[in-house]
């Protein structure tokens, strides 16, 4: 078999068998195959696209590629969640001590964040001395356990993944539907789940940008589940404004906490529960959505799934004194107030500009080596729908430096879009795909 040939087949329209596709994944993997050759054909695909086929095939040759973690010496169906890439999206922070407090087990690898989208371990990181480095006895023994753990990724989990994500990242290749729900599904089969929960956003904050392009990629991903056996639920909610109020590590999780205490922002808890339901039912620990919402609201009023946050940070070491007095979070030196400079409703909030913006105060990595300051960020006051007034609070922002805070404050005025009148019909969860 040559690339060369598997290009031009792609290149023409046709589609490409598994056993061309198993050569292409292995042998780019180990180096073989040039990235030139692999730019090329990646750029054929996203002219050319896949079928369902060819999309779950790819998914299995990544899973393939490196090492896939054995969940069997863990009791019961492991459900596992994922985003899709959100800004201010503390949902994993809040759903999986709801879920684990109802006995089902989350075994969960986690990523840092990149770019102006945050990740798990950074927030987790913020209870100090927090660990996710252990063993796989520990990690399979905590969530026997406790029925809860968050590991950081190993080096070996979908080694092509890594190869081919960052050559997408080049090569404006990434917004291709089989090349992200196989680079997704990948991740989560060879992380040993059962059952998949993916929340698909939807917006100018995320990949897919509408609802139909959203749809789209969650029918893939629910079809490569189905395919390896994995029962996988796609839920599609807004990303057209940032998610609750907080966007930043420290700041995400008091937001976390508070909503565990069920003082949460309303837009954040409703999808914690949407999400959450879909997760107990997939563990089948409930036969429905109504009696799902209605033991998660359970925890919530008997500080059960608090309860369970802290013996989690416990086991992996983290500080939890912060949990019950939340003043002890790292805070940042300057709170400034972003007013309105205009009368009307909140139209839009640029979610993906916002996080940049919380980004550029430290609050994210714009590269991998880049150190991250937990206790920045912005918090919103308005959101879409709400009426302001001129000299109105729009947001605060959080920064440990003075230079940095006229330009933050720019950016947030030109991210809230305020027109005349508005009525906000968006609704937080667009569809559910099965
Ligand atoms: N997230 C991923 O892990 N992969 C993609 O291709 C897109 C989002
Ligand atoms: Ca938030």
């Known amino acids: 078999m040559r690339m060369y040939d598997l290009i031009l087949k792609k290149k023409n329209g046709e589609e490409l068998s598994t056993e061309e596709i198993n050569f292409i994944i292995e042998n780019y993997t180990n180096g073989t195959i040039p ?28 899973v393939n590629s490196g090492d896939v973690i054995d969940l069997r010496k863990i009791e019961g169906i492991k459900v596992d969640k ?93 917004d291709n539907v089989s ?38 990629l969650g029918r893939e991903m629910v079809s490569i589940g189905k395919n390896v056996n994995r029962n996988t639920i796609a839920v599609l909610s807004d990303m057209d404004q940032p998610l609750g109020l907080a966007i930043g590590n420290a700041l995400e999780v008091e937001e976390a906490i508070e909503t565990l205490k069920g003082n949460g922002p309303k837009d954040l808890e409703e999808l914690c529960l949407t999400l959450g339901s879909e997760m107990i039912i997939l563990a089948e620990k409930a036969k ?81 080596e880049s150190e991250i300051d937990l206790a920045v960020g912005i918090v919103l006051n308005k959101k879409r729908g709400e009426k302001v007034s001129k000299g109105d609070v729009l947001a605060y922002i959080h920064s440990n430096d003075e230079n940095n805070i006229e330009k933050a404050k720019k950016g947030i005025l030109d991210n809230y879009v305020i027109s005349e009148n508005y009525t906000d019909n968006i609704p937080l969860v667009h569809d559910i795909i099965r």
């Open 82 to 174: 994922h985003s899709t890439g959100g800004v201010g999206d503390t949902t994993t922070l809040i759903l999986t001590p709801m879920v684990a407090a109802l006995g089902v087990p989350v075994a969960k690898m986690s990523g840092r964040g990149l770019g102006h989208t945050g990740g798990t371990v950074d927030k987790l990181e913020t209870f100090e001395n927090f660990s996710v480095a252990m063993s796989e006895e520990k990690f399979i023994d905590n969530v026997n356990r406790l029925k809860i753990a968050v590991s950081g990724q190993t080096a070996q989990l979908v080694p092509a993944d890594k190869k081919i994500y960052a050559l997408r990242d080049v090569t404006a290749t990434v």
């Open 288 to 368: 429905d959505r109504d009696e799902a919402r209605k033991m998660l609201k359970e925890v919530i009023e008997n500080g059960k799934a608090l309860e369970k946050l802290k013996e989690f940070v416990a086991s992996q070491g983290g500080d939890t004194s912060v949990i019950d007095d939340t003043s002890k979070l790292p805070k940042a030196k300057y709170v400034v107030e972003v007013l309105s400079e205009e009368d009307g409703v909140v139209e839009k909030i640029h979610s993906d500009k916002m996080g940049i913006v919380a980004m550029e105060l430290g609050a994210g990595r714009a590269t991998k």
């Open 179 to 216: 090349l992200i729900a196989s680079s997704i599904m990948s991740k989560k089969i060879a992380s040993g789940a059962d059952a998949i929960v993916l929340d698909v956003k939807v917006g100018d904050g995320a990949f897919m940008k509408t609802v139909d392009d959203a749809r789209i």
């Open 35 to 62: 990235d030139y050759q692999m730019s090329a054909l990646l750029m054929a695909i996203y002219f050319q696209k896949m079928n369902d086929r060819e999309t779950a095939d790819l998914t299995m040759a990544m």
